[in-house]
Nanobody, 119 residues
Framework: VQLVESGGGVVQPGGSLRLSCAAS????????MSWYRQAPGKERELVAT????????NYEDSVKGRFTISRDNAKNTVYLQMNSLKPEDTAVYYC?????????????WGQGTQVTVSS
């Protein structure tokens, strides 16, 4: 399993970024995908999840109305569109998926992409 994030960077408050996560090594269209983030000195937190078909999404309260998670199963890619960014959104953002393999729950992570919101 390989998850490769891209699209992070430095943006001013109120700006936008679009993160991408390219997946390979597993049947992507069969699994829900999530974005997590981890700010310095804080625990990793779940930001958003999209169902395998892309028709059901869930968001952490602080990003509702600002972030949109989506996926393209033809491209094995999941996205996170982030609008109206705030300094508190600064974190390393990780793509993740959970799969049952021979009865064991396996969580896979990407390497992360840094998002910095600063004026």
């Amino acid at each position: 399993v390989q998850l490769v994030e891209s699209g992070g960077g430095v943006v001013q408050p109120g700006g936008s970024l679009r993160l991408s996560c390219a997946a390979s090594g597993f049947p992507f269209s069969r699994y829900a995908m999530s974005w997590y983030r981890q700010a310095p000195g804080k625990e990793r937190e779940l930001v958003a999840t999209v169902s395998s078909a892309g028709d059901i999404t869930n968001y952490e309260d602080s990003v509702k109305g600002r972030f949109t998670i989506s996926r393209d199963n033809a491209k094995n890619t999941v996205y996170l569109q982030m609008n109206s960014l705030k300094p508190e959104d600064t974190a390393v953002y990780y793509c993740s998926t959970k799969r049952f393999v021979f009865g064991n729950l396996i969580t896979s992570w990407g390497q992360g992409t840094q998002v910095t919101v600063s004026s």
